[in-house]
């Protein structure tokens, strides 16, 4: 099971502006799906925020694997603070038992040097993102240890912000799916496409409100390590 931490996590910068589609796809949603409409004056202009830098914010997600929020945020603490700057380059210059002195394990250390290696090497082709669909993205990043296809498209709607992104395996969507449309009964990956078929092209979107539906606050996995 995903284990859900913050999906706009602190210390990574300041927060991106409403991404551009957001209020037609409010409006598309509002008119497609019942559900929708009911939930999405509930929360007036609130919307996904996006902070920091493409490396910053998977190292995030790999600190944040298998533990609380608040054990999350303790160790990214200590780890930030072992580089002059969070930069590929730089964490692969630290020392393992440093970094494992903040908190991280031996595994997660493996993974963050892998995904820094990734990034050093340019195997990620973060200037070409722009330019290619979900699934080329989600390609490159689940060839980067400790990152599976649940967290790369979590990547997808709260860093790039990509619309139309449908998390199946997400247990908050299903959870939230199973609340609003099925009166709690038990949901399966293919009712909930069923659902999502109004939601399109703006899934992510759909997805978000779900979410807010559950918690007040937006949630985000770790794939399990």
Not at 2 to 20: F, I, M, Q
Not at 37 to 46: H, W
Not at 54 to 79: C, D, E, M, N, P
Not at 129 to 157: C, N, P, Q, Y
Request: charged share 25%; net charge neutral.
């Amino acid at each position: 099971m995903k284990k859900a931490v913050s999906a706009e996590p602190e210390d990574l910068g300041p927060a991106n502006s409403t991404p551009e589609y957001w209020a037609d796809a409010c409006r598309h949603l509002t008119k497609k799906d019942r559900v929708m409409k009911r939930l999405i004056p509930q929360f007036g202009d609130a919307c996904l925020q996006s902070r920091g830098d493409a490396f910053s914010t998977l190292a995030r997600s790999i600190v944040g694997q298998q533990i609380s929020v608040k054990a999350a945020q303790s160790v990214w603490h200590k780890f930030v603070a072992l580089p002059r700057k969070m930069t590929p380059a730089n964490v692969l210059k630290l020392k393992v038992d440093d970094m494992r002195a903040a908190g991280l394990s031996a595994r997660k250390v493996e993974y963050l040097v892998d995904l820094s290696i990734h990034f050093d090497a340019g195997t990620v082709h973060v200037k070409d993102w722009a330019a290619m669909d979900d699934e080329a993205i989600i390609e490159e990043l689940v060839a980067i240890r400790g990152i599976g296809r649940w967290t790369a498209e979590m990547f997808l709607i709260f860093y790039l912000r990509r619309p139309n992104v449908l998390p199946l395996d997400d247990v908050g969507l299903i959870a939230g799916i199973s609340k609003s449309y099925f009166s709690g009964e038990a949901v399966s990956r293919s009712d909930a496409r069923e659902v999502a078929a109004a939601w399109a092209p703006y899934c992510s979107v759909a997805t978000w409100y779900i979410w807010r539906s559950l918690d007040p606050l937006p949630v985000l996995g770790a794939e399990p390590t």
